[in-house]
């Protein structure tokens, strides 16, 4: 879990600082992301700055309304002896989020207060936490791609803007497994299964010289691949993309 700021303008950070343009109010989307397969299972639009765990509950029940889990990883941002009993009461699920937020205590010897916090003090799980970097990940992956300066001015229409950006790069995704499942099923296939293959004539509809498909990208190369290897192993919401 994990949160993100975009921009309303084509301005960079950068160029306002020099021309000394006053800070303002930025969109700011709050999401949960499954660290498997790096898909967003929900998505809160606010506006920042503003402390993360405003959104919190809301945004945890929308994704496991969605997608049952059993673990939420969280910076210390969302830290709070009340959200880890939400969670665990309301949803069973484990929060682990690190108990630093507060004032800093000199004594090393120090326990947070609370159940749940002071039990994470004690038995920090370093290694499930290490996880956490996957919902970074993902929102780099969606400035990169799609872009980090939104087009439209109104605040609704920069809500469906973000929501729809977030729909597109989980698309983007399942297209990514579904040609990699069809590809990995092509070549695990025994050769003694396969039908034998002939070359089309050069000007015949099927020709990839004919039909564009070695000019037309990688992605169609792979289709093609697909189509030529073995009809029988791609399935059935491949199809309709070969035709």
């Known amino acids: 879990m994990d949160s993100t700021g975009l921009e309303t303008r084509h301005v960079s950070t950068y160029f306002s600082k020099r021309c000394g343009r006053k800070y303002h109010r930025y969109p700011k989307l709050s999401a949960v992301v499954d660290i498997n397969s790096h898909l967003f299972l929900s998505a809160v639009i606010d506006r920042g700055p503003k402390p993360d765990d405003l959104e919190f509950r809301r945004v945890v029940r929308q994704a496991h ?8 990883l969280g910076h210390a941002g969302y830290d709070g002896d009340s959200h880890h009993r939400f969670l665990y009461r309301k949803l069973g699920v484990v929060g682990v989020i690190p108990p630093k937020r507060g004032r800093p205590s000199k004594d090393r010897r120090y326990v947070p207060h609370g159940f749940f916090r002071s039990a994470l003090a004690k038995l920090w799980p370093v290694a499930e936490y290490g996880q956490r970097w996957q919902a970074e990940t993902l929102f780099s992956m969606l400035k990169r791609l799609l872009g980090s300066a939104l087009r439209n001015r109104r605040s609704a229409a920069i809500d469906r803007e973000i929501l729809l ?3 597109t790069i989980n698309l983007m995704i399942l297209l990514c497994l579904l040609l990699r499942t069809c590809f990995q099923r092509t070549r695990a296939k025994p050769l003694s299964s396969r039908r034998p293959h002939v070359e089309p004539a050069p000007n015949s509809p099927r020709s ?10 990688p992605v169609l190369s792979i289709f093609a691949r697909c189509q030529r ?9 491949c199809r309709p993309a070969l035709t």
Request: glycine residues 10%; positive net charge; proline residues 7%.
């Open 165 to 167: 950006r977030v729909l």
């Open 65 to 72: 309304r969605r997608q049952p889990f059993g673990a939420l």
């Open 208 to 217: 990839p010289t004919a039909s564009g498909l070695d000019q037309r990208g």
């Open 229 to 237: 290897s073995s009809r029988e192993s791609c399935s059935a919401s």
